[in-house]
């Protein structure tokens, strides 16, 4: 199932703005887009986010 920004920043705890940078930036995930653009997170993406929220949490204060 493909899930809207909004889900991802509830399951992650990470802001929508936090998940594009990371997407662009670090190409940590890579979400399919409706046929509106918009972006679809698979639960692997959300569960990928979660595990890097994980491990960074002690270097947040640096990362976007």
């Known amino acids: 199932k493909k ?3 909004k889900i991802a920043t509830l399951r992650t705890g990470l802001t929508s ?3 594009r ?3 662009k930036r670090y190409n940590a ?5 409706s046929e ?6 698979s639960d692997r993406d959300i ?3 979660q ?3 994980r491990l960074l949490v002690p ?3 640096n990362l976007p």
């Open 29 to 33: 995930i890579r979400p399919d887009r």
């Open 3 to 5: 899930h809207p920004i």
């Open 59 to 61: 270097y947040l204060i």
């Open 51 to 53: 595990l890097l929220h």
């Open 21 to 23: 940078i990371w997407e």
């Open 17 to 19: 703005h936090t998940i």
């Open 47 to 49: 569960a990928h986010l």
């Open 36 to 41: 509106g653009n918009r972006r679809l997170y």
